[in-house]
């Protein structure tokens, strides 16, 4: 039987299309997702479910309402957020951050932490634009540093090839898709076909 596993869907910034990228991971697998912590009033659970309907969706540990870090949103709404849900107790899921890898959840508690429980491997989203180079690197340096598996580089939007190549030399790490820009997204995402390091480990 083939060992399951989960990949924790983190990004270098908030909005740089964490969401949309694993709704394709989840429309050409057998993965659950999840969204630990969902912050804001828009609901990522809703759009992963439009782009790949056939996906199970686990519901979100906390859903708070303020468009901040878990921390900061939970200290508006009086929550204090319990390190002890998030048991580690997960296989073949997508678990997608709120964030980036350090955004704090709660004394001590960043999303990086969660990555290490679910024993995931990280897949970085970055999405392109000014100072993304920077953002790449600096997030890959602190998965890094925690000894945290680390997939590879997903690309929300079309890179220059020369610049693509400046991120693969210094991360050390490989760009495994270039997801283009699209009106259409479920179209786009049905069209193009994961890598074989993510769909080793969740079909």
Same mark, same amino acid.
């Given at each position: 039987?083939?060992?399951?596993?989960?990949?924790?869907?983190?990004?270098?910034?908030?909005?740089?299309? !964490?969401?949309?990228?694993?709704? /394709?991971?989840? /429309?050409?697998?057998?993965?659950?997702? /999840?969204?630990?912590?969902?912050?804001?009033?828009?609901?990522?659970?809703?759009?992963?479910?439009?782009?790949?309907?056939?996906?199970?969706?686990?519901?979100?540990?906390? !859903?708070? !309402?303020?468009?901040?870090?878990?921390?900061?949103?939970? !200290?508006?709404?009086?929550?204090?957020?319990?390190?002890?849900?998030?048991?580690?107790?997960?296989?073949?899921?997508?678990?997608?951050?709120?964030?980036?890898?350090?955004?704090?959840?709660?004394?001590?508690?960043?999303?990086?932490?969660?990555?290490?429980?679910?024993?995931?491997?990280?897949?970085?989203?970055?999405?392109?634009?000014?100072?993304?180079?920077?953002?790449?690197?600096?997030?890959?340096?602190?998965?890094?540093?925690?000894?945290?598996?680390?997939?590879?580089?997903?690309?929300?939007?079309?890179?220059?090839?020369?610049?693509?190549?400046?991120?693969?030399?210094?991360?050390?790490?490989?760009?495994?898709?270039?997801?283009?820009?699209?009106?259409?997204?479920?179209?786009?995402?049905?069209?193009?076909?994961?890598?074989?390091?993510?769909?080793?480990?969740?079909?």
């Amino acid at each position: 039987m083939k060992h399951s596993t989960n990949v924790f869907v983190t990004g270098t910034d908030t909005n740089v299309g !964490k969401t949309l990228i694993s709704a /394709w991971l989840c /429309w050409h697998t057998s993965a659950d997702y /999840w969204k630990l912590i969902q912050t804001g009033e828009d609901s990522d659970c809703d759009m992963v479910a439009k782009l790949s309907p056939h996906t199970k969706i686990i519901p979100e540990a906390y !859903k708070l !309402k303020a468009p901040l870090s878990p921390y900061d949103a939970a !200290k508006l709404e009086n929550v204090e957020i319990d390190r002890n849900l998030f048991n580690g107790n997960l296989q073949n899921t997508i678990i997608e951050g709120a964030g980036g890898a350090l955004v704090p959840i709660g004394e001590n508690f960043f999303m990086a932490d969660l990555i290490k429980m679910y024993h995931a491997k990280a897949l970085i989203v970055a999405q392109s634009k000014l100072g993304v180079i920077n953002h790449l690197l600096m997030t890959a340096e602190i998965l890094k540093i925690r000894n945290i598996e680390i997939l590879g580089i997903v690309l929300n939007g079309e890179m220059e090839d020369s610049l693509q190549r400046t991120i693969r030399k210094f991360s050390g790490l490989k760009i495994l898709s270039v997801i283009p820009r699209s009106n259409d997204l479920r179209k786009l995402l049905q069209s193009i076909l994961p890598p074989s390091e993510i769909l080793e480990l969740l079909r």
